[in-house]
């Protein structure tokens, strides 16, 4: 069994070492546990970079940087690919007059990233409006990207807000087409705001559009909290780069996080954010954010000294889905969440499983 303080001691090194805080750096005692870690929470590029700066030396951080350099040098390769493919896919909705937002690690390249072999892209996320889904999928499809079956794509479209589709070629990497943030249920986003919102970037030279500074500061909380029991840490990097380097008016993402039913899920992660990077959040934002004392206890009991997550696993969904009541506010949405995860399991004719997922 695998020591869970030595663990531990490898989870502060790394969060020490992305906020800044190390001084003279030992190498950790296990290799293999120390990568294992930096891959799993996505920040081997970015720890290969602050290690190089602060001038790591003798055999043991050789052989580490050589690791994470390889794990950099496969974050270009890969990025790049996923870029030329996004150049692709909007070449086609631009001409079919169809606009689409970048969402997440896509536009965080360029806002946050000037070295964007430092920034993983598992996938590619991007918002369109819902009435144009039908025709970017057909569209798609023509032009040879993988689409699932249809009984996949109407599940996706009644009990989500996303459907993946792959690029067509034998890599078959995914993107993600949003017509929403979140579960319908599970909040009250204008989305039409955000579009309205939306600014324009530049991406590789080429003009893309993306989420204002403050919309998307509270899509990147939003999405930490919906992901709390497989968190990664590189999400909480790209939050305190946002807060660090962008201009974000915090009171206008805790005004439309009350607004729209967000406030739990961005507690939740201000709670994560401060955790691994202490007092860089303001304390008048902290004090704002707060939920009543029964939610704090929640997550109080939920907690785990492990320094890279806020709470304990919960990779199985016995776990997961009482924890999960913990970001829905109303009674009646509670409702609607346990009937659209359990009432496939007890009643015939409700909602089911999308066919296609693991």
Same mark, same amino acid.
């Given at each position: 069994?695998?020591?869970?303080?030595?663990?531990?001691?490898?989870?502060?090194?790394?969060?020490?070492?992305?906020?800044? *805080?190390?001084?003279?750096?030992?190498?950790?005692?296990?290799?293999?546990?120390?990568?294992?870690?930096?891959?799993?929470?996505?920040?081997? !590029?970015?720890?290969?970079?602050?290690?190089?700066?602060?001038?790591?030396?003798?055999?043991?951080?050789?052989?580490?940087?050589?690791?994470?350099?390889?794990?950099?040098?496969?974050?270009?390769?890969?990025?790049? @690919?996923?870029?030329?493919?996004?150049?692709?896919?909007? #070449?086609?909705?631009?001409? !079919?007059?169809?606009?689409?937002?970048?969402?997440?690690?896509?536009?965080?390249?360029?806002?946050? @990233?000037? /070295?964007?072999? =430092?920034?993983?892209?598992?996938?590619?996320?991007?918002?369109? *409006?819902? +009435? /144009?889904? /039908?025709?970017?999928?057909?569209?798609?499809?023509?032009?040879?990207?993988?689409?699932?079956?249809?009984?996949?794509? $109407?599940?996706? +479209?009644?009990?989500? @807000?996303?459907?993946?589709?792959?690029?067509?070629?034998?890599?078959?990497?995914?993107?993600?087409?949003?017509? $929403?943030?979140?579960?319908?249920?599970?909040?009250?986003?204008?989305?039409?705001?955000?579009?309205?919102? #939306?600014?324009?970037?530049?991406?590789?030279?080429?003009?893309?559009?993306?989420?204002? =500074?403050? /919309?998307?500061?509270?899509?990147?909380?939003?999405?930490?909290?919906?992901?709390?029991?497989?968190?990664?840490?590189?999400?909480?990097?790209?939050?305190?780069?946002? !807060?660090?380097? !962008?201009?974000? $008016?915090?009171?206008?993402?805790?005004? +439309?996080?009350?607004?729209?039913?967000?406030?739990?899920?961005?507690?939740?992660?201000?709670?994560?954010?401060? %955790?691994?990077?202490?007092?860089?959040?303001?304390?008048?934002?902290?004090?704002?954010? %707060?939920?009543?004392?029964?939610?704090?206890?929640?997550?109080?009991?939920?907690?785990?000294?492990?320094?890279?997550?806020?709470?304990?696993?919960?990779?199985?969904?016995?776990?997961?889905?009482?924890?999960?009541?913990?970001?829905?506010?109303?009674?009646? $949405?509670?409702?609607?969440?346990?009937?659209? =995860?359990?009432?496939? %399991?007890?009643?015939?004719?409700?909602?089911? *499983?999308?066919?296609?997922?693991?």
């Amino acid at each position: 069994m695998r020591d869970p303080g030595e663990r531990f001691r490898d989870g502060n090194l790394i969060v020490d070492l992305l906020a800044g *805080r190390v001084g003279k750096i030992r190498p950790p005692r296990s290799r293999a546990r120390f990568l294992d870690l930096c891959r799993a929470h996505g920040v081997e !590029a970015v720890l290969f970079e602050k290690l190089r700066l602060r001038g790591a030396r003798g055999e043991a951080w050789d052989r580490i940087l050589k690791e994470l350099e390889s794990a950099r040098r496969q974050n270009i390769a890969r990025n790049i @690919y996923l870029l030329s493919r996004l150049r692709e896919l909007h #070449s086609i909705l631009r001409k !079919a007059g169809i606009p689409l937002i970048v969402l997440k690690g896509g536009c965080l390249l360029s806002v946050l @990233y000037p /070295d964007f072999g =430092n920034r993983p892209l598992g996938d590619v996320d991007l918002l369109i *409006r819902k +009435r /144009d889904l /039908d025709r970017v999928l057909g569209l798609m499809r023509a032009a040879g990207w993988r689409l699932p079956p249809r009984e996949s794509v $109407d599940f996706w +479209r009644k009990n989500f @807000y996303h459907v993946q589709i792959r690029t067509p070629d034998a890599f078959s990497a995914i993107f993600e087409i949003h017509w $929403d943030l979140e579960k319908e249920y599970r909040h009250d986003i204008q989305l039409e705001e955000l579009w309205e919102r #939306s600014v324009i970037f530049q991406l590789e030279g080429e003009p893309f559009r993306r989420l204002s =500074n403050e /919309d998307l500061m509270l899509h990147l909380l939003v999405h930490l909290a919906h992901h709390f029991f497989r968190p990664r840490l590189i999400w909480v990097y790209d939050i305190r780069l946002l !807060a660090e380097v !962008a201009t974000v $008016d915090w009171s206008r993402v805790l005004a +439309r996080a009350e607004r729209w039913r967000l406030r739990l899920p961005v507690f939740y992660s201000m709670a994560y954010v401060e %955790k691994v990077f202490p007092d860089l959040l303001p304390p008048e934002v902290i004090q704002a954010a %707060k939920v009543s004392r029964f939610r704090r206890g929640i997550l109080q009991a939920a907690s785990t000294a492990d320094p890279l997550t806020l709470t304990l696993p919960m990779e199985r969904a016995f776990l997961r889905l009482p924890f999960s009541l913990y970001f829905i506010g109303r009674p009646g $949405d509670i409702l609607k969440f346990l009937w659209r =995860n359990l009432g496939s %399991k007890v009643l015939p004719g409700s909602p089911g *499983r999308n066919p296609g997922q693991s």
